[in-house]
């Protein structure tokens, strides 16, 4: 056996955090934009905006940013005025719906 296959992305690196951080902020500010937008008296979820994105992400620049959807959907919930367990489980629900979709629509781009 040869040496073992090292991380793609360093956990330690600085664009890693970028990308996490770049992600979290975009969930932030799409979830936001549509609170404030929603003509339904603040009854849309702003969650529907940003699971796209995190899907949408995680498909395009890989699976290590999950840590960019919990912490964008913290944020979120916690702006919204949610009690940080609700926010915390919010939250492992999208990390969860990302990559079970991105794992379902599997890599499409080189068939």
């Known amino acids: 056996m040869g040496p073992p296959a090292e991380d793609p992305v360093p956990r330690q690196s600085l664009p890693y955090v970028a990308k996490n951080l ?9 979830g936001e934009a ?3 937008l ?7 979820p702003p969650m529907w905006a940003p699971a796209g994105l995190f899907v949408g992400a995680l498909w395009v620049a890989g699976l290590d940013l999950w840590p960019g959807v919990l912490l964008g959907m913290l944020a979120l919930c916690t702006v919204a005025g949610t009690s940080v367990g609700n926010a915390m489980g919010v939250g492992a629900g999208n990390v969860v719906g990302a990559l079970v ?3 379902a629509v599997g890599d499409v781009r080189d068939p």
């Not at 992600?23 to 500010?29: D, F, H, T, V």
């Not at 929603?38 to 849309?44: D, E, I, N, Q, R």
């Open 22 to 30: 770049g992600l979290a902020l975009a969930a932030l500010g799409s």
């Open 34 to 36: 549509i609170r404030r």
């Open 38 to 44: 929603s003509l339904a008296g603040g009854y849309v």
């Open 101 to 103: 979709a991105v794992n």
